[in-house]
C-alpha cells in the first residue's frame, strides 16, 4: 500500500522534478549555474542530463526503492563527489524533496497527520544517510586513484632515474 506522500510524488513527478533539477543545480558555482540551467543537450551539458536522469530515475522508484533508484542515486552521487562540495551540501537532496513535497501539499491543500509526517520525516532521513555512504564510496575511490596515480609516477620517475 503507498503511503500518501507516495502517491502525492507520483501523481505530481513532473512538477517535483523540475523543482528539484533546479534546486540541485542551484549548488554549482554562478559561472556553472548559467551553463547548467540553459544548456540542455546531454552531450553538451551531461552534468545537467546525468542529474536530470538520476533524479527522475528516483522519483519513478521513490515507493520501492528497488535497483532503480539504487542506480539512480548512484549516478547522482557519482556526479556530486567530483565536484566541490562539502558533503552537507551534496548530500542534501532528499531534504529539498521533503520541502518540495511539504509545499506541493500545503499548495494543494493535501493534509497528512503527525504519523505520516513523523514517517516521511524518517524515510528521508534514511535514504540522506544512504546518499551519504554512496557519496563517500566516491569521494574513496577518487582519492584512491589520485594516490594510485602518484604512487605510480613516484615509481617512473624512480625508474627512469635508475633507482
Do not use: C
Amino acid at each position: 500500500m503507498s503511503s500518501p506522500f507516495e502517491l502525492l510524488i507520483a501523481q505530481h513527478k513532473k512538477a517535483i522534478l523540475e523543482q528539484w533539477l533546479m534546486l540541485r543545480l542551484g549548488i554549482f558555482s554562478s559561472q556553472k549555474k548559467s551553463l547548467l540551467m540553459t544548456q540542455t543537450d546531454q552531450f553538451q551539458n551531461p552534468i545537467r542530463h546525468e542529474m536530470e536522469q538520476g533524479l527522475a530515475g528516483i522519483l519513478a522508484d521513490f515507493e520501492n526503492r528497488g535497483a532503480q533508484f539504487s542506480e539512480a542515486l548512484d549516478q547522482i552521487t557519482r556526479v556530486l563527489a567530483i565536484q566541490d562540495f562539502p558533503p552537507s551540501k551534496a548530500t542534501a537532496l532528499f531534504y529539498e524533496l521533503k520541502e518540495i513535497v511539504r509545499e506541493l501539499a500545503k499548495k494543494n491543500d493535501v493534509g497528512f497527520g503527525a504519523k505520516e509526517w513523523k514517517k516521511f520525516n524518517h524515510q528521508i532521513e534514511q535514504l540522506t544517510l544512504t546518499a551519504f555512504d554512496s557519496y563517500v564510496d566516491h569521494r574513496e575511490k577518487i582519492y584512491q586513484i589520485k594516490v594510485d596515480e602518484s604512487k605510480n609516477r613516484a615509481f617512473m620517475l624512480l625508474k627512469k632515474a635508475g633507482l
